[in-house]
């Protein structure tokens, strides 16, 4: 089981979260799109690990958050495919993280081949964060 949160942990991801809209699509694993500050994210659990991250910036444990940057998969100069990253950030020690958050259902062959090149290519190993069931 996760940690516990702090009631004012709680009335902050509440206000955070108080302006999402719900983007009307599911995708093809049943998840809802959600919309919170300009972005849609691809399930419920992506706009709460979001708002976790705002938290965690807000409160200076990182530093530097993107959402969605885009990675060009590029083999002897040929581009090979683009992988996104949910979310970017540096952490305590100013070292980049990169965050995927994944059901069992979306780790597909094609992003674990992503992940495998994202290691194989730039040294960058993806952070798996694993959506609660429901």
């Not at 259902?105 to 069931?133: D, F, H, N, V």
Request: net charge positive.
């Amino acid at each position: 089981m996760g940690r516990r949160w702090t009631a004012h942990e709680v009335a902050h991801l509440r206000r955070a979260t108080a302006g999402v809209k719900d983007a009307g699509r599911r995708n093809k694993y049943g998840a809802v799109r959600m919309r919170s500050d300009g972005y849609t994210f691809d399930s419920k659990a992506e706009l709460a690990r979001y708002a976790q991250l705002k938290l965690m910036q807000y409160g200076g444990g990182i530093g530097e958050l993107l959402v969605h940057r885009p990675f060009e998969l590029i083999v002897n100069g040929i581009v090979i495919s683009k992988y996104i990253a949910d979310f970017c950030y540096t952490g305590a020690d100013g070292k980049w993280v990169i965050e995927d958050v994944k059901s069992v259902p979306t780790r597909t062959p094609s992003y674990r081949l992503k992940k495998r090149l994202m290691l194989a290519l730039y040294g960058i190993e993806i952070q798996e964060i694993m959506a609660c069931p429901k």
